[in-house]
């Protein structure tokens, strides 16, 4: 690959060696991560496609929606998921007119959300600048949030709200990317020892997500007792200081009342790892992130390390490593 001179492993390209890595390891006192696309698939967009799987479902066959055992669905995986629900179902067009309007809705928003993306990483590798995701995250809020909408959802299929969308800590983590949790726990071990002290002392690695994906204010609570949930199930997966996203304001049933937008751009990123780093006196940051609404942040003076997982074109001149799918080869002896 074109300036990475170093290959660590299949599919992960490093400017540094090995030797420098292990430095930048061994001194890091934060770790910053993305969540969506750089950690697992994109959280909130895979709760929108269960809903739209689960529409699709009972409207054409006779099959009920199965809503355990899930894993974050992606676009791709959505389809092919219905396509082989469908080829092994009895279909079943139901007559039922709210389900086909709101299937109309659902599939044209979709359709938007697309294409806005799409658009975005056009012009992305047309001027190598930063692409704002504001239209994208405005397109997924109204879907799950328009009153409208969860009505028909209601008359369409009895579910009140998103609880048997949500994700429980078991099905995140088995959704994470390969060798992310283990990398991230290398890291964590690698700790600082001070000098300077009088007696020898660990300094942990301060860990943290700054993600434009949503939680959950409410706790809500499956018939295993399970906890469920969105992003703050990273909270417990990777062991963080500190979780920041944009929240769903929901009640018991996971009926959405209300939205906190704490993050819709490069620059609230960028701000919120300057208070990071500010806060825990971080002087050697890694960060780990996969698109454009990252930029700015992996341009700050405490940056070190800087992990891009599968980045857009043009993205590449900020990191020092990138890789195409998995962490494992980052682990190095």
């Given at each position: ?11 992960v390209y ?5 030797q ?11 770790l ?10 994109n959280i909130t ?8 799987d ?47 309007v ?11 959300l697309y ?21 994208i995250?405005k ?13 028909l ?5 009895g579910?009140k ?8 800590k ?6 994470l ?10 890291l964590?071990?690698?700790s600082l ?7 020898s ?5 301060k860990?943290?997500i700054?993600?434009?994906s ?6 809500i ?24 996203s ?10 959405i ?6 993050i ?11 208070e ?20 700015e942040m ?8 800087v ?5 857009p074109?043009g ?9 195409k799918?998995?962490y ?6």
């Open positions: 690959m074109k300036n990475f001179p170093y290959e660590l492993a299949v599919g490093s400017k540094l060696s090995k420098e890595l292990l430095s930048i390891y061994k001194s890091a006192d934060l910053i991560m993305d969540a969506d696309e750089t950690v697992a698939p967009v895979g709760l929108a496609n269960e809903i739209f689960h529409l699709i479902l009972e409207t054409l066959t006779n099959a009920e929606f199965d809503e355990k055992d899930k894993t974050i669905l992606t676009p791709h995986g959505m389809l092919s998921k219905v396509y082989h629900q469908i080829k092994e179902s009895k279909l079943a067009p139901k007559k039922n007119f709210y389900r086909y709101l299937l109309s809705k659902l599939f044209f928003s979709g359709l938007r294409n806005h993306k799409i658009t975005s990483q056009l012009l992305a590798k047309l001027i190598h600048r930063k692409s704002n995701h504001k239209k995250l397109i997924v809020v109204n879907m799950l949030t328009d009153e409208k909408i969860r009505v959802f209601e008359k369409s299929t579910a709200g998103i609880a048997r969308y949500l994700y429980s078991d099905e995140v983590e088995n959704s990317y390969p060798g992310v949790k283990d990398f991230v726990g290398y964590s071990q690698r020892k001070s000098k300077t002290a009088k007696k002392e660990s300094k942990k690695l860990k943290i700054i993600s434009e949503f939680s959950i204010d409410n706790n609570i499956n018939s295993k007792k399970q906890q469920l949930g969105l992003v703050e199930h990273y909270l417990n997966i990777f062991s963080l200081n500190a979780l920041i944009n929240q769903f304001i929901c009640e018991k049933e996971g009926i009342k209300d939205i906190k937008i704490n819709q751009s490069a620059e609230d990123k960028k701000r919120f790892a300057q990071a780093i500010a806060k825990y006196k971080a002087k050697n940051v890694i960060v780990m992130a996969n698109d454009w609404e990252d930029w992996c341009t700050l003076p405490e940056v070190k390390l992990i891009l997982r599968n980045p074109k993205l590449e001149k900020y990191a020092h490593v990138v890789l799918e998995g494992a080869g980052l682990i190095l002896k």
